[in-house]
Nanobody, 116 residues
Framework: EVQLVESGGGLVQPGTSLRLSCEAS????????MNWHRQAPGKEVEWVAR????????DYADSVKGRATISRDNHKNTLYLQLDSLKPEDTAMYYC?????????WGQGTQVTVSS
């Protein structure tokens, strides 16, 4: 079965950085584009970033463009999201997701809280 385990979140101050990780198993990781989504309390899910299977095609939401770096290590079956210059509005639960999957396959998520 598809399994995704997010990690790397935490409580951080504005202006700092975090690197989130997503360990994937149960499918051929390299053949799938992967995404990061986030959801703040009371808000709808927001798509954050996407990376193609080989890592050559990358897209970001306007809200994180210039501050985020999505990457992947296909030998480790791991997806990453580096977030720099963190803002309070980045506070959310962050999920990784394989292309074409429903919310129930996104894993537990990792909480990012940006506060002074």
């Amino acid at each position: 079965e598809v399994q995704l385990v997010e990690s790397g979140g935490g409580l951080v101050q504005p202006g700092t950085s975090l690197r989130l990780s997503c360990e994937a198993s149960g499918f051929n990781f390299i053949t799938y584009a992967m995404n990061w989504h986030r959801q703040a309390p009371g808000k709808e899910v927001e798509w954050v970033a996407r990376i193609s299977g080989g890592g050559r095609i990358i897209d970001y939401a306007d809200s994180v463009k210039g501050r985020a770096t999505i990457s992947r290590d296909n030998h480790k079956n791991t997806l990453y999201l580096q977030l720099d210059s963190l803002k309070p509005e980045d506070t959310a639960m962050y999920y990784c997701a394989r292309d074409g999957t429903s919310r129930q396959e996104w894993g537990q998520g990792t909480q990012v809280t940006v506060s002074s």
